[in-house]
């Protein structure tokens, strides 16, 4: 990750002394990495090419299990939709988070008491959010005489949108906490001597040089958006379903959806799915940032 | 004739069984008992593995009867000496553990399938028991799920559902000025259970519930009763029109009458039907055993846990009326999807085990004893046990009475998905978010894509 996110980290490859003792240590998260990483990979990728119920026994069928995804109209519609709320999330999560840390660091009382309720929500696992914000929302729901959040799709949606602002927002904020922390006084001092207005700082002096903070904080709510699976199966659990497709399901809950569906094909056409939300999820992150760390300067 | 043909197959199985632990007791394993083989066909399969070497590990897919599996499992060991493991799957993610667990070296010998769908699925991994000794226990060849001609899996339970009725509450009704049906026995068509349902829903603060019927949930732990058992009755009526047992099209000839039931539960309920979608299974018992509501659709399975609020003589079941075909006869929904299978690809002694094992659940005393008193199943096995279960006596007596039991046709339903769509489609007709169409929708044009799905 290092690799990805600073820029001192180019300088480790100029020095071509290493003890080879760095390797002993490495090697233990090394294992584990290809233990539980490369090895489940590499097989996903060959079982992707067959029809299967279980590992040992399989079938080849070549790329008709990829031919059959991109027929998947369900897969089709979760791809559209993920994007639609990667998209907004992205943006709502990263504005929330970043607004809420300019607050807390510009001195108010209480701001470690704060800092720490809005960390908070990220303790608790996707699951368990989901079914007490369901039971929230549909407590709201029912107070205003309106149908249940998992009979209108559009509710689902915002409702997706309303936990995952509040359970990542928080922990964006830390990273944007240190981000601001991180901006030397002495910049204020002089744009401020130059004559910049508030905003003018914020824009000309604070955004620049917080540019490895989001470049860190939109990475990890791009690929936690995508790869959203607990909140999106206890929230909605994909209802409701329209002329045969559930509308709220995001991509990973319809894979696991396909994965265990009926028929011998639906195993394979599962891990073909996976895959290719893998290579999406690769393209998509590396083009962000890619984009993002054009912006960054150094002081 | 059938029973000593059994019971010289019981025999040589034991003697050859026998005969397999004095040799490995010798230590000359490896030798089989090929000497009785060709004698009869029920012991062939018996003999190719030791059954006392053998280990049995049972998937389980019952919550509620997992500690009474246990039991069973060690009362099995000091009998016999064979392990039995048995691990229950959480409720709803049994296929997802089934596949977990037949990926292991040590998989499931023994394991369920829950019809037809299921097999088309797990049928390669099945044993073919068509001359095992559990098959030939059976008490009719219904029980026993085929394929290509072969058997592959045994019904091990039989399990009844209709609207079960507070006897008390509903007497009331009946004793009242209002009522238009004067004795229960009356109430044997769609027609007079409307009439019923909507006269106490009109008085219910005279009769002291809070709705006719208790709360059609529409969450994941009641919503079966509803996409699936209830969803069966117009499936039922169709076959039977067409004198079929599957389609791969469903035409929805009674949907109509589905939509009648349907309706009549989510208005004469004890809540708006706005707020159905969040209600679950343990709302609608509670409100049941605490007499806010006088009829509940549900099945034998639940006499445990309402016998603990409710005298037996207290409880009644009334077949689902929906309104078609000869009413008078209609009875309760009678059937099974709870299929045994045994893993083909355990070795040869775990397979001779596990046949060893189920056999003896279902046939000697101890067996038939535990799966009749503590887990209150039918089982339709020769030697069953009367169950306690007062809801199971009612339907014996019905069918006694000349009506003929629905059977279970949603074994034959494609998918879960299937099941899924109708149930979110349902939940949203009852919140007003969706119209009838949507079921309709959900129920024929989702069955024939699920089923070419599972075609595949």
């Not at chain 2, 004890?270 to 549900?298: H, I, R």
């Not at chain 2, 003589?313 to 709870?338: F, H, R, S, V, W």
Request: aromatic residues 12%; glycine residues 8%.
């Amino acid at each position: 990750m290092s690799l990805f996110f600073s820029k001192k980290g180019k300088s480790m490859f100029r020095k071509p002394k290493r003890k080879l003792y760095a390797l002993i240590f490495v090697l233990p998260t090394f294992a584990a990495f290809v233990i539980g990483f490369i090895y489940p990979f590499i097989k996903g990728i060959y079982l992707s090419f067959f029809q299967f119920q279980i590992v040992n026994r399989t079938k080849f069928v070549g790329v008709q299990n990829y031919v059959k995804a991109f027929q998947d109209e369900s897969f089709l519609h979760s791809f559209w939709f993920t994007v639609g709320f990667v998209i907004v999330s992205l943006v709502l999560i990263n504005l929330i988070a970043f607004f809420v840390a300019y607050a807390l660091t510009i001195g108010i009382r209480g701001s470690n008491v704060f800092r720490t309720v809005f960390f908070m929500p990220n303790l608790v696992g996707g699951i368990i959010l989901g079914y007490i914000w369901h039971q929230i929302f549909d407590g709201i729901l029912r107070n205003m005489d309106m149908p249940s959040l998992v009979t209108n799709s559009d509710m689902g949606f915002w409702g997706l949108i309303i936990l995952m602002c509040w359970q990542q927002a928080g922990y964006m904020m830390i990273i944007y906490i240190a981000g601001f922390q991180n901006v030397p006084s002495d910049l204020y001092e002089a744009s401020k001597i130059d004559g910049a207005t508030k905003g003018q700082m914020l824009v000309k002096v604070t955004i620049p040089m917080m540019m490895p903070s989001i470049t860190i904080c939109s990475f990890l709510t791009l690929t936690n958006s995508f790869k959203l699976f607990d909140q999106n199966l206890a929230l909605t659990g994909g209802a409701p379903l329209k002329d045969g497709i559930w509308t709220t399901r995001m991509m990973a809950l319809n894979i696991y959806k396909t994965f265990y569906g009926e028929g011998r094909s639906a195993k394979g056409v599962g891990q073909a799915e996976g895959v290719i939300f893998f290579l999406i999820v690769v393209v998509i992150s590396l083009l962000q940032l890619f984009l993002t760390r054009r912006k960054e300067v150094q002081a | 004739m059938k029973k000593t043909h059994i019971k010289r197959a019981a025999a040589l199985a034991v003697a050859a069984l026998m005969a397999g632990t004095a040799l490995a007791g010798c230590g000359t394993s490896g030798t089989n008992s090929d000497t009785a083989s060709g004698s009869t066909k029920a012991e062939a399969s018996a003999n190719k593995g030791d059954a006392s070497k053998g280990k049995v590990y049972y998937l389980n897919f019952k919550p509620e009867q997992d500690k009474a599996w246990q039991e069973l499992a060690k009362a099995y060991k000091d009998e016999k000496g064979v392990e039995v493991t048995v691990k229950t799957a959480a409720e709803g993610t049994y296929e997802q553990t089934l596949t977990s667990e037949m990926n292991k070296d040590n998989a499931p010998t023994l394991f369920q399938v829950n019809g037809p769908v299921g097999l088309a699925k797990w049928g390669e991994f099945c044993e073919d028991l068509t001359n095992s000794e559990i098959v030939g226990n059976l008490t009719s060849k219904d029980f026993a799920l085929e394929q290509d001609g072969k058997t592959l899996g045994v019904a091990y339970v039989i399990e009844t559902y209709g609207i079960i009725y507070n006897k008390t509450l509903l007497q009331k009704y009946c004793d009242s000025d209002f009522a238009t049906v004067k004795s229960i026995d009356e109430i044997n068509s769609f027609d007079k259970l409307k009439t019923v349902a909507d006269e106490i829903q009109a008085n219910k603060d005279a009769l002291g519930v809070d709705g006719a019927f208790t709360s059609a949930g529409m969450d994941s732990s009641s919503d079966w009763r509803f996409k699936t058992h209830l969803a069966n009755l117009p499936i039922y009526f169709e076959y039977k029109d067409d004198n079929v047992t599957d389609t791969d099209a469903i035409k929805g000839t009674y949907l109509d009458n589905y939509k009648n039931i349907f309706d009549l539960y989510i208005t004469d309920s004890t809540c708006k039907p706005t707020e159905l979608a969040s209600k679950t299974g343990e709302n609608a018992e509670t409100e049941f055993k605490d007499g806010k509501a006088v009829f509940f659709q549900n099945g034998t399975w639940e006499y445990d846990a309402l016998s603990k609020s409710l005298k037996d003589d207290e409880m009644g079941m009334l077949p689902i009326y929906i309104g078609a075909g000869d009413e008078a006869k209609q009875g309760l929904c009678t059937g099974t999807e709870n299929y045994w299978c045994v893993n083909n690809s355990a070795s040869d002694d775990d397979k001779a085990a596990t046949l060893e094992f189920i056999n003896w659940c279902v046939s000697s005393e101890a067996g038939t004893k535990a799966m009749a008193e503590k887990m209150n199943f039918t089982i339709p096995f020769k030697d069953a046990k009367e169950s306690n279960n007062a809801l199971v006596k009612i339907d014996t007596e019905l069918t006694k009475a000349g009506k003929t039991p629905v059977s279970w046709n949603f074994t034959t339903m494609p998918s879960e998905e299937w099941k899924n769509g109708v149930g979110a489609a349902l939940t949203q007709y009852a919140a007003g978010t969706g119209d009838w169409d949507a079921v309709k929708t959900a129920f024929v044009d989702g069955w024939k894509t699920e089923k070419a799905k599972a075609a595949e």
